[in-house]
Every structure is written in structure tokens, then in C-alpha cells.
């Protein structure tokens, strides 16, 4: 079974810094997507970027960036340029080509203005 | 994207009672699923609803207590059957397998308490 480890349970950042919530996975399939979600204090979950698996090349969105070291099942989000509104719970996702998505425990992100 | 409304939104329910959530999408998907979350915890996938057939259910979790209904690719309904205090928590519905989309969409939630 696949797991996926969010080893920072709570983040700070100053607004308009930097900061990265760290993911690692385990997981022996090859082909397989990644996935940060966010989710604000309202609840509902919404994408923030995802990555396949077979891409060597990082994903980004704007300020959302990840570093993504599959052989080391390592799956970073970098957030730059932070704003009050990244305060959020933020999710890991695993998700295997069968469909059946696994999630880390969540880093709750706070924005210091 | 998908737009998915659910509901109620939140409800307060006497133990022993049971509850029918009900989630509506507004495009056709192959996947839904229903995950339980307590207030700032992570997602428990309860089980996946199969269209036409019988949802599968994860480790912990029976049909019996969480009956489920899909009657079509658009409509899913989570019963929580004799509720206790302890089924207290949210339930999301979410779905996955748009064409040409990767990731899953996710509810708003239903906010259940049980006293």
C-alpha cells in the first residue's frame, strides 16, 4: 500500500517570503501522479498543482512551485512571494494509475502579515 | 472542472437516527468517492461508489453502517446508519475522471454532529 508522510504538522511564513512543505511517499508502481491540495478554513479542497510521475521536468503555477525527486519519493511545494491568502491547510496526494488517491496528514501554513 | 454541491451543509442528529447525504455533480465522472475528516485532520477514504453496482468499501468501514447509492454518473448518496457521537465529523464527496483531468474535485462538505 502506498503511504505518503507530511513531516511538518504546522509552518510559518512572513508574507511576501518563501516557504516549502516537504512530502514523501512510498509507493513500488511506476507510473503514478502527485498532487498538492489546499484547504482554507471554508473547507472545500482545490487543486493547487499536480505532477506525473513520468515528467522529469517540475511543475509550477505561478507562485506554486515543486521540486519532485522521484527516486527519492520526494515531493516539495514551494510557495514564493507568499500572501495572506496561502493560509491553508495544505495536503499531499498520491494518486495510482488504478485511480485510488492517498493523502498525507497536512501542513496547516500560517501567513504572518 | 467539476462543480459538486452536497447536501445538507451541516446537520445536528440524535443518536440512533440515520442520515442520508447527497452529493450532485455537475458533469459525468466515472469516479466518486466518500472520505470522512475530522476538523483539522486528513482525509479517510470511506469508499468508492460504483455506478450500477456495489460500492467498495475500505478497511473499517461496512455497509451496513455507510450504505451507499450511485444510480448514475452525475448522483451518489452516503447513509450513516445509527449514528453514534462518534460519527460525528465531515463527509466529503469527491470525484475524479473528467476527461483529459488528473486530479479529483472536491465537495464543500457535510458537517455532521451527533449528541
Known amino acids: 500500500a502506498q503511504t505518503v508522510t507530511q513531516s511538518q504538522p504546522e509552518m510559518s511564513v512572513q508574507e511576501a517570503e518563501t516557504v516549502t512543505l516537504s512530502c514523501t511517499y512510498d509507493?513500488?508502481?511506476?507510473?503514478?501522479?502527485l498532487f498538492w491540495y489546499k484547504q482554507p478554513p471554508s473547507r472545500q479542497m482545490i487543486l493547487v498543482i499536480r505532477?506525473?510521475?513520468?515528467?522529469?521536468q517540475n511543475a509550477t503555477e505561478n507562485r506554486f512551485s515543486v521540486n519532485f525527486q522521484k527516486a527519492a519519493k520526494s515531493f516539495s511545494l514551494k510557495i514564493s512571494d507568499s500572501q495572506l491568502g496561502d493560509a491553508a491547510m495544505y495536503f499531499c496526494a498520491y494518486r495510482s494509475a488504478a485511480g485510488k488517491s492517498t493523502f498525507g496528514d497536512g501542513t496547516t501554513l500560517t501567513v504572518k502579515p | 472542472s467539476a462543480v459538486i454541491s452536497q447536501k445538507p451543509s451541516r446537520d445536528i442528529c440524535q443518536r440512533g437516527t440515520s442520515l442520508t447525504i447527497q452529493c450532485q455533480v455537475d458533469?459525468?465522472?466515472?469516479?466518486m468517492f466518500w472520505y470522512r475528516q475530522q476538523p483539522g485532520q486528513s482525509l479517510t477514504l470511506i469508499a468508492t461508489?460504483?455506478?450500477?453496482?456495489?460500492?467498495?468499501?475500505e478497511s473499517g468501514f461496512v455497509i451496513d453502517k455507510f450504505p451507499i447509492s450511485r444510480p448514475n454518473l452525475t448522483f451518489s448518496t452516503l447513509t450513516v446508519s445509527n449514528m453514534s457521537p462518534e460519527d460525528s465529523s465531515i463527509y466529503l464527496c469527491s470525484v475524479a475522471g473528467l476527461a483529459g483531468v488528473l486530479e479529483q474535485f472536491f465537495g464543500p462538505g457535510t458537517r455532521l454532529t451527533v449528541l
Open positions: 509507493t513500488s508502481e511506476s507510473d503514478y501522479y
Open positions: 505532477q506525473e510521475a513520468y515528467k522529469q
Open positions: 458533469s459525468q465522472v466515472t469516479m
Open positions: 461508489a460504483n455506478q450500477g453496482s456495489e460500492a467498495t468499501y
